[in-house]
């Protein structure tokens, strides 16, 4: 069986690109992508809730909480009042949609304190759907260094608390061109703590900053990425794109795009 592909919508799409969210869910409902990814906005699940359910139905979600974008830190002792909190309507919304998977990444600086918070505050929160998602050496939004950006944190993490794993090919693409590693033994030591999700998009093969092209307009190795590290019915988000979607039409064309990479 082949993999499946899913498209991401931000919960506070509803408001800001109605057509896009509307035309996604018809594009799940029709067959077209396989799954629904919806990153929550804290605060957001009251107001949301009610429409999304009526949109969605049934189909399948999984759920992305907050990033540092959103203030959320899971590596700083001070804020894990705060990122419960935050926490809380990704949660919410996860048990509406039956989801299986909520996305979190660790957080900021690249301490051994940092990681060991992080696992402090996931173990702390106890919800066996979560599941760590490595990142980038580096955060454009908070402009500071991050952790859960190489393979060993990555283990960690998931041995000292349980969690599941999303490997991010772009995200491990931008560390490892940092920490000067070799892209292909990156790719095959986070192959090895079998990934329960995956985030797929197009970047500069030689470069540090995660930018989200859509399918085929950048340099990497995307058939190779498919076929030698997402197994065969694996789910894989296409997070393509910037800024306020207004339709479908580029997805459309990145799930051709992988569907032929797929074959």
């Given amino acids: 069986m ?7 919508i931000f919960n506070t799409n509803l408001k800001n690109a109605p057509l896009f969210v509307n035309q996604a869910i018809e594009a799940v409902r029709q067959g077209s992508f396989d799954f629904l990814e919806m990153q929550v906005f804290p605060g957001s699940y009251e107001e949301t809730k009610k429409e999304l359910k009526s949109k969605i139905g049934d189909l ?13 830190d899971m590596g700083d002792k001070e ?59 580096y955060c454009n939004s908070s402009f500071r260094e991050l952790h859960g950006c190489s393979p060993e944190q990555i283990q960690y993490i998931m041995h000292e608390t349980g969690c599941k794993f999303c490997l991010d090919f772009s995200h491990a693409v931008c560390s490892a061109n940092h920490f000067h590693r070799p892209i292909e033994e990156e790719m095959q030591a986070y192959a090895t703590l079998k ?55 580029p997805w459309l064309k990145d799930l051709a ?3 032929e990479a797929d074959k």
Avoid at 60 to 72: E, K, L, N, W
Avoid at 195 to 204: E, I, R, V
């Fill in 2 to 8: 082949s993999r499946q592909f899913g498209i991401k």
């Fill in 60 to 72: 399948p979600v999984i759920i992305h909480a907050p990033h540092t974008g959103q203030g959320m």
């Fill in 79 to 137: 804020k894990a009042a705060e990122n419960y909190e935050k926490l809380k309507d990704s949660q919410k919304m996860a048990d509406l949609f039956h989801s299986d998977i909520i996305i979190l990444h660790a957080g900021t600086q690249n301490k051994q304190e940092n990681i060991d918070e992080t696992c402090r505050q996931f173990k702390e929160i106890n919800d066996s759907r979560i599941t760590v998602e490595n990142v980038p050496h």
């Fill in 195 to 249: 990934p329960a999700h995956f985030h797929l998009c197009d970047g500069d093969i030689s470069g540090q900053e995660d930018t989200h092209l859509h399918l085929g307009k950048g340099s990497y190795p995307l058939a190779k990425f498919i076929h030698d590290y997402i197994p065969e019915n694996a789910r894989a988000t296409l997070e393509t794109g910037s800024g306020i979607p207004l339709d479908i039409s």
């Fill in 257 to 259: 795009f992988a569907r």
